[in-house]
């Protein structure tokens, strides 16, 4: 899809490269709205919240933004009072550049914990930030927020209320410190829609909850991670029906499901995307939970990775999840291949024909625990030699 199938009306992205990263690349975006939009946003559940995330915390409170500016290669996390001196700094120059108020401009920063950020380059680049927005540089800014990411993530939809047509895009870096609640990422979403805070908030958080707090890479939650709409409202719908509000959910949950799922494909090291499906729970929180650990159990991943079945891993994993399981109502698949029946193996052949669908880049994973009608998932990817060297070399 090329860069103008991005355009949402009301927007326009920009992204220089201002010497925070290592490799010279695109390393600050900008995105902006002409129009005072609405906004909303979640952020991560760790405790160590970083200076950009404490920041737009307390700006989005208000429910109206006019700027987004990120940048990549520093996290500006664990950096005390001057880390929030340089964030509160990031949105003044914005909104001065911008002609806007301080408190509409969000900040996000994502790359190495635990370092200052080079204030100097990014004064110097908020400026070229300000000259460079374009409704078509979407793809840019994209690129602009990768840190260990191979490929830029973006997605679109288009829909309708009525006779007026909506669009939401979004885009979304992380690949690896992936793990819910949330993962480390950042996302932002844009949409033309016309809708309240109240409503864009509640939507924005059950869309998260249903994609991007269902992936895993590594089981470890960011410092940093959040995601961000905008809603420029020039869609010119007007109040929101029911049924209105549902087509905007399931527009912005594809466009959040596609980022998720990207970001789990592009888990640091990644060979295999896999959905980890638990059915038959007595409940959803044990469907839940029974998902969650079997996503990400280093065993269960290093045999994804090594096309193995190895079926006593999962469950082992299931035992331990803290959910009640009995061992001998318990069935797994991979794929459309049964490998255990009643807890027990169903044998070589049937982990032979397993093996095979695990040389697939994408396939299930399906347990059902036999116990009731709950069920659950989470998105998981192997785990690889190289996420060990990516990881080990990270800061060097």
């Known amino acids: 899809m090329n860069d103008e199938a991005f355009v949402v009306p009301g927007f326009k992205a920009s992204a220089v490269s201002a010497g925070l990263k290592k490799d010279g690349g695109l390393d600050m975006a900008l995105i902006y709205c002409e129009v005072e939009a609405v906004g909303a946003g979640v952020f991560t559940t760790n405790k160590v919240k970083a200076a950009p995330v404490i920041l737009s915390k307390e700006h989005i409170r208000n429910g109206k933004v006019r700027a987004i500016v990120a940048n990549s290669g520093n996290a500006n996390a664990c950096t005390g009072d001057q880390g929030m001196s340089d964030a509160r700094d990031m949105a003044l120059i914005v909104a001065q550049q911008m002609g806007v108020s301080e408190e509409e401009v969000l900040v996000c920063s994502t790359g190495v914990i635990g370092l200052p950020l080079d204030m100097s380059k990014v004064r110097d680049a908020i400026p070229k930030l300000a000259n460079g927005l374009s409704e078509d540089r979407l793809m840019d800014a994209a690129r602009a927020i990768m840190t260990t990411d191979t490929f830029p993530k973006l997605s679109y939809r288009e829909a309708q209320i009525g006779d007026r047509p909506f669009r939401v895009a979004g885009i979304a870096k992380g690949a690896g410190m992936i793990m819910p609640n949330m993962a480390t990422m950042l996302c932002f979403i844009l949409t033309d829609i016309e809708i309240d805070a109240e409503t864009l908030s509640k939507s924005l958080s059950g869309v998260v909850d249903r994609t991007f707090n269902r992936i895993t890479v590594d089981g470890d939650t960011s410092t940093n991670d959040t995601v961000l709409i905008m809603a420029s409202g020039l869609a010119g719908n007007g109040k929101l029906s029911e049924s209105d509000e549902k087509l905007f959910v399931n527009a912005l949950e594809e466009v959040a499901s596609d980022l998720a799922t990207m970001i789990v494909k592009d888990g640091e090291g990644a060979t295999k995307l896999v959905r980890i499906s638990v059915k038959g729970s007595p409940d959803q929180e044990s469907a839940s939970k029974a998902a969650r650990t079997v996503a990400n159990s280093l065993l269960v991943k290093t045999a994804l990775y090594g096309n193995d079945p190895n079926w006593g891993r999962i469950m082992a994993a299931l035992g331990r999840s803290e959910i009640p399981v009995r061992q001998d ?29 695990m040389k697939q880049k994408r396939y299930e994973l399906i347990i059902d625990l036999n116990q009731g009608q709950w069920e659950d998932y989470m998105w998981t990817c192997d785990i690889s030699h190289d996420y060990v060297s990516i990881n080990a070399d990270y800061r060097t």
């Open 329 to 357: 109502s318990v069935d797994i698949w991979i794929g459309n291949i049964q490998i255990v029946s009643k807890g027990l193996g169903l044998g070589e052949e049937a982990e032979h024909r397993a093996a095979e669908v």
